[in-house]
């Protein structure tokens, strides 16, 4: 059983920096694409980042050169360090893997397994 579980999340002021970690389990984690993507209250859950199984990353628009998204496939781990926060990155983050398909995109409804929201808020 495909087993997502996401931590590090928290309260930061604008500006500053938090690292997202997600452990994987149940799966050949480097055979997956897995992706990071939030969900601001009153809103839909968005994509922010994605990795394929090659390295490649995609991210949103609207966290470009702030945010990063990485994994290590020796320890079963996805992070997303992200950097420079503002008000507007408040909200769910989740972590997320897609089994099977040559792609890996940047879209909700692509995934497969979820793992349970890690709160991210920052104040201005």
């Known amino acids: 059983q495909v087993q997502l579980v996401p931590s590090g999340g928290g309260s930061v002021q604008a500006g500053g920096s938090l690292r997202l970690s997600c452990g994987a389990s149940g799966y050949i984690f480097n055979r997956y694409c897995v992706g990071w993507f939030r969900q601001a209250p009153g809103k839909a859950r968005e994509a922010v980042a994605v990795?394929?199984?090659?390295?490649?990353?995609r991210y949103a628009d609207s966290v470009k050169g702030r945010f990063t998204i990485s994994r290590d496939n020796a320890k079963n781990i996805l992070y997303l360090q992200v950097d420079s926060l503002k008000p507007e990155d408040t909200g769910a983050y989740y972590c997320?893997?897609?089994?099977?398909?040559?792609?890996?995109?940047?879209?909700?409804?692509?995934?497969?397994?979820w793992g349970q929201g890690t709160q991210v808020i920052v104040s201005s």
């Open positions: 990795v394929d199984s090659a390295g490649s990353t």
């Open positions: 997320a893997a897609r089994r099977g398909g040559p792609l890996c995109v940047p879209v909700v409804g692509y995934f497969n397994y």
